[in-house]
């Protein structure tokens, strides 16, 4: 089935569309030798597609899921205690998957699982910053709070890179914060809190990186489309 070429570059990982848009007018991509212009489709099956010469393959067969874990759940494939796991969840995927990073028993929300090793060490290194954006559900004043929670801050003697919080809504007693961070340190997040003089009663993971949960129900996962894949793989 023929593409355009940009989405067949995105969906591969090579570029993203708007840089795709960019090789192939700069005549850097080529469709069974001759030299592509904008606009120009191609079967991604059938026909010898590259870029500067490499040939544009499809990304090794791997599964990448997104769940949405309910609270309740470790994120671990198997718990001594006996407690539910994440793994439960996404037994009938078809494969064998792990959880990228984590979500505390407590905690709720996006939950990438995958089999591919080197995108997981990716996504969990601090080093590569990728945003995690969480929802999260505070009781106390958050007036004082904001400033310690976006301020210079440690945790275990370890400096912490500086979190984007702002409020979002309010419901009843409690406000609504939004989250950003780059690291996954265990309940990050809460301690933060708590240090801030903040009670949370409620945490949820809404994006990491370009993924977003969306309206998926809580406990359901479904599998990443090809050009999320292809987002996470260029980061």
Known sequence: MEER????????????????EGYITAGR?????????????????????????????????????????PRGYVTTLSDEKGRPTVAALVADCGARVWPVGRLDLDSEGLLLMTDDGALTNRLIHPRHEVDKEYLVWVRGDVDEALPVLTGPMSLDGVPLRPAQVRPV????????????????????????CALAGLEVRRLRRVREGPIMLGDLPRGHWRRLTPEEIAALLRL
């Open 5 to 20: 070429l940009q989405k067949i570059l995105s969906a591969r990982g090579a570029a993203s569309r708007r840089a795709a």
């Open 169 to 192: 809504g309010r419901r009843r007693e409690e406000t609504v914060l939004s989250f950003v961070i780059h690291e996954g340190k265990n309940r990050q997040i809460r301690r933060m």
């Open 29 to 69: 991509v080529t469709v069974n030798g001759r030299r592509a212009s904008l606009g120009d489709k191609a079967d991604p099956e059938r026909d010898d597609i590259r870029l500067d010469g490499v040939p544009v393959t499809a990304p090794e067969q791997r599964t990448y899921l997104l769940l949405h874990k």
